[in-house]
């Protein structure tokens, strides 16, 4: 992602700056894996042509527009290092004020989330706090994740690996837990 964003930016650099737009895509993918894939582009027609022979073949395909956004949630997602001396109680009700729905920790990781119309006010809230090696990102987390094999997943991260070498691919979701 952070590649395929500056790849991005040295195109449009190099061409004179033409205007990028941002493009969505959605698919189904081997063993039920649906995919969401956000792109940004110069040029949506061969984006959209790429994102599909990409799919075609490994298996999946792509579907209309809209027909998987009920699958999928955009939330604020903000992780961080737990860090020490701040209390997480006291943090969590200040963000609470700043849009926070759920917040968690995993292995020593602090996980914030909230809608993605609150991303501002999430990172800024996290910001005043001094949290430092913040990462915060827009994601679209399933609604319904699924189960499959670890054979499955190895299919399903080839199409994953094959979307995410497209220099117009910025992000890609699925719905595989």
Request: proline share 3%; aromatic share 8%; hydrophobic share 40%.
């Amino acid at each position: 992602p952070k590649e395929n964003i500056e790849k991005a930016i040295t195109r449009a650099s190099a061409q004179g700056g033409e205007v990028f737009v941002e493009a969505n895509y959605e698919g189904k993918g081997p063993h039920g894996a649906l995919f969401w894939v956000e792109c940004a582009t110069d040029n949506p027609t061969r984006t959209v042509a790429n994102v599909k022979v990409i799919f075609k073949k490994n298996g999946g395909e792509v579907v209309q527009s809209g027909s998987l956004d009920f699958l999928f949630e955009r939330r604020t997602v903000i992780e961080f290092d737990e860090p020490e001396g701040v209390d997480l109680e006291e943090l969590e009700l200040e963000l609470i004020d700043a849009g926070l729905e759920e917040l968690e920790v995993v292995d020593g990781r602090v996980y914030v989330y909230g809608g993605f119309q609150d991303f501002g006010r999430l990172s800024a809230a996290c910001e005043e706090w001094g949290i430092e090696g913040m990462k915060a990102q827009l994601k679209r987390i399933p609604t319904s994740p699924i189960e499959i094999t670890e054979e499955q997943t190895e299919e399903v991260e080839l199409l994953i690996d094959k979307l995410e070498e497209d220099d117009d691919v910025q992000a890609v979701f699925t719905n595989v837990a």
